[in-house]
């Protein structure tokens, strides 16, 4: 077992009122008795690790010079903020972090009064600092907004579409890039550091505020020339860069590891703050764990591990993960056609498209954290005979629907959405649950909607969308392994709209739409013990429905309960629709849905997550006996 770190220094500290009483020189001692609190934490509980570490001291540093939690600090995606947390108020509870009942892997704004804006999707931070810049300034306050956002996230364009709108606004931001991956002009020690000291003081603003007073005398074409021939000028010096022509007064880049360069820079801003400001500072993700500084991916993502060693303690996995059978579908469908390219949002193993880019590189497109850009640049592709899988996360296609409605929907466009993390993700709670796709993607006109039960529907789900050019398909598999059934080689086209039954009953039918099918199974074996002769069928599509399926379990059956890992609105708002105008509810035939709860739910344990929504089989058996008017205690009599 691990010995827990010694931390004077940081047992001292509460709060960050409490790091504020410590000298300047005691802060590179407190940053890495931090770091050390930090891996011990997430050695014990998974989760983030390397943005986090790289983001130590800019964490110490901020709360230091800031008045925390009056000034506003918004940490972007928010997977960084471990040491954040663990500063604020919350080391106490930080070995509880993503477990059931503990603390969020993100910022959460009913957590602390020092996350005032929760976060967990990528490149929001500078939107709702601005929001919060302008309000401040409506109310008359004195405060500071500080945005942090890592080079990865502004590669998304509402962070551009963000400092846009702050410079024309003028309003007093300050925000901070942090480049932890690549530097155009990485910091070149002692004379990057003077230089953003210089840039960022008062004399030179003061002289700066002073030339612009002198040459607005002279109109605005002359002062507008001679202004941007100064800070052209000054490009050459401090690194000034794109943001300075969209209004931001830019700074950097600086050491985002020395304390020494860090403190001084913004305290400097602190107190010459005018208009928006960018502090550019070079961090390393991993920094100060050996382990997560070799890993090639900076150790993003972590299970439970070894602090000496850094291995990783994962169970055994007993069938492969969805992710990787579809990335194995596809490179197969890959082979047999060369129209078929991979598109993916910043998500490459995410997604399993890294596998696929391993076989076919010039046919795989990272478009970084862009999804809105993903989805039209897919519909551009098939509006010109290409086969575009866009592999997207179930929660961060939220982020693109509008283009999903009328750059692929709309124009009837062949573009294939492969949905991963649908349904309950387990640690990473609310903000990744994937609850709505079923619901948005089944309400737009001509999309065909499917849903996996097991990895062998979902190659051959793969190999459908594949072949279907009529418009757009989806299909949704969630995260985690497979049942273990066998696989087929090569998926087989399934039947556009057709389900199939996968148990015979009479009088009990449960109709499952996804991964929810093996606890139908299992239902059906528990009501068949009671004496009730149970139909399970796999609906495969929740658009379009399969109509003549649907009429012979309401004619045949009692009771009718529909099963899906989505929120309400989804696959049993369409089978509802249908029997309604059918005239098949009045035959008697008792409906109930089953559905995620209408509420976000927090991190926890998959299992327990879908046993407290009443969607493994005890829950579905409650939900037949309910249905009947016949208590559970009574199951075993019939």
């Given at each position: 077992m691990n010995a827990k770190p010694n931390t004077p220094l940081l047992d001292k500290v509460v709060i960050p009122a409490d790091l504020r009483t410590l000298a300047e020189r005691d802060l590179p001692q407190l940053a890495s008795e931090l770091r050390a609190e930090m891996i011990d934490a997430v050695s014990q509980t998974g989760g983030h690790l390397g943005a986090g570490l790289g983001v130590v001291e800019l964490t110490v540093a901020l709360h230091y010079v800031f008045d925390t939690p009056a000034d506003?600090?918004?940490?972007?995606?928010?997977?960084?903020?471990?040491?954040?947390?663990?500063?604020?108020?919350?080391?106490?509870?930080?070995?509880?972090?993503?477990?059931?009942?503990?603390?969020?892997?993100?910022?959460?704004?009913?957590?602390?009064?020092?996350?005032?804006?929760?976060?967990?999707?990528?490149?929001?931070?500078?939107?709702?600092?601005?929001?919060?810049?302008?309000?401040?300034?409506?109310?008359?306050?004195?405060?500071?907004?500080?945005?942090?956002?890592?080079?990865?996230?502004?590669?998304?364009?509402?962070?551009?579409?963000?400092?846009?709108?702050?410079?024309?606004?003028?309003?007093?931001?300050?925000?901070?890039?942090?480049?932890?991956?690549?530097?155009?002009?990485?910091?070149?020690?002692?004379?990057?550091?003077?230089?953003?000291?210089?840039?960022?003081?008062?004399?030179?603003?003061?002289?700066?505020?002073?030339?612009?007073?002198?040459?607005?005398?002279?109109?605005?074409?002359?002062?507008?020339?001679?202004?941007?021939?100064?800070?052209?000028?000054?490009?050459?010096?401090?690194?000034g860069t794109l943001f300075e022509e969209m209004g931001f007064y830019h700074i950097g880049p600086i050491d985002g590891h020395n304390l020494e360069h860090l403190v001084p820079v913004l305290r400097n801003v602190r107190d010459n703050g005018r208009g928006p400001v960018l502090i550019h500072v070079v961090t390393q993700k991993g920094k100060g764990y050996a382990p997560a500084e070799a890993a090639s991916d900076k150790y993003h993502g972590v299970s439970r591990f070894d602090v000496i060693t850094g291995a990783q303690a994962k169970a055994p996995a007993n069938a492969p993960s969805y992710t990787n059978v579809f990335a194995e579908s596809l490179i197969r469908e890959a082979a047999e056609d060369d129209r078929i390219v991979a598109v993916t949002a910043a998500m490459p193993s995410g997604t399993g498209l890294d596998l696929f880019g391993e076989v076919f590189p010039t046919r795989t497109f990272d478009v970084g954290i862009a999804e809105q850009h993903g989805v039209t640049f897919a519909a551009g592709l098939a509006s010109?005979?290409?086969?575009?899988?866009?592999?997207?996360?179930?929660?961060?296609?939220?982020?693109?629907?509008?283009?999903?409605?009328?750059?692929?929907?709309?124009?009837?466009?062949?573009?294939?959405?492969?949905?991963?993390?649908?349904?309950?993700?387990?640690?990473?709670g609310a903000t990744h649950c994937g609850a709505f796709d079923t619901t948005f993607l089944a309400s737009l006109p001509g999309f065909v909607v499917m849903a996996a039960s097991d990895e062998a529907e979902l190659r051959h789900m793969v190999r459908t969308a594949a072949e279907y050019d009529e418009g757009p398909i989806s299909f949704r598999y969630p995260r985690g392994n497979g049942v273990g059934i066998d696989l087929p080689e090569r998926g087989s086209p399934l039947a556009i709209g057709k389900g199939r039954i996968v148990k015979e009953g009479t009088k009990i039918a449960l109709l499952s739409f996804g991964t929810r099918l093996a606890d139908c199974l299992l239902a059906?074996?528990?009501?068949?013990?009671?004496?009730?002769?149970?139909?399970?069928?796999?609906?495969?599509?929740?658009?379009?429905?399969?109509?003549?399926?649907?009429?012979?379990?309401?004619?045949?059956?009692?009771?009718?309960?529909?099963?899906?890992?989505?929120?309400?609105?989804?696959?049993?708002?369409?089978?509802?629709?249908?029997?309604?105008h059918e005239g098949l509810l009045e035959s008697g035939l008792r409906v109930r849905p089953l559905v995620l709860p209408d509420q976000f739910t927090d991190h926890g344990k998959p299992e327990k997550m879908l046993a407290a929504a009443g969607l493994d089989a005890h829950g579905i058996v409650r939900t037949v006996f309910a249905a009947l008017g016949r208590g559970m205690d009574v199951e075993h009599r019939a």
């Open positions: 506003r600090i918004i940490w972007d995606v928010g997977h960084q903020a471990y040491p954040h947390k663990i500063l604020t108020g919350r080391r106490d509870r930080i070995r509880t972090l993503r477990q059931e009942g503990g603390l969020s892997g993100f910022t959460k704004r009913d957590e602390s009064e020092y996350d005032p804006f929760g976060a967990a999707h990528s490149s929001t931070s500078i939107s709702a600092g601005l929001g919060m810049a302008v309000a401040r300034d409506l109310g008359g306050g004195k405060n500071n907004v500080i945005a942090v956002i890592g080079d990865g996230a502004l590669s998304a364009g509402m962070a551009y579409e963000a400092l846009n709108n702050a410079g024309a606004l003028d309003a007093r931001l300050i925000v901070i890039l942090n480049d932890n991956d690549m530097s155009i002009a990485p910091p070149t020690g002692a004379m990057s550091a003077y230089l953003a000291r210089l840039a960022s003081g008062r004399t030179y603003q003061g002289l700066r505020d002073v030339g612009k007073k002198l040459t607005s005398y002279l109109g605005r074409r002359v002062d507008r020339a001679i202004t941007r021939a100064v800070e052209h000028a000054r490009g050459y010096v401090t690194g010109e005979g290409y086969k575009p899988f866009a592999a997207i996360y179930s929660t961060f296609l939220q982020r693109a629907y509008d283009q999903v409605v009328h750059d692929v929907a709309l124009q009837k466009l062949p573009v294939r959405f492969p949905i991963d993390r649908a349904g309950y993700v387990g640690a990473d059906a074996e528990e009501l068949g013990a009671a004496g009730l002769s149970t139909t399970v069928a796999d609906a495969r599509f929740a658009k379009p429905l399969d109509e003549d399926l649907l009429r012979r379990l309401a004619r045949e059956h009692e009771v009718l309960i529909t099963v899906e890992e989505g929120a309400i609105g989804g696959f049993a708002a369409q089978v509802l629709h249908f029997l309604a």
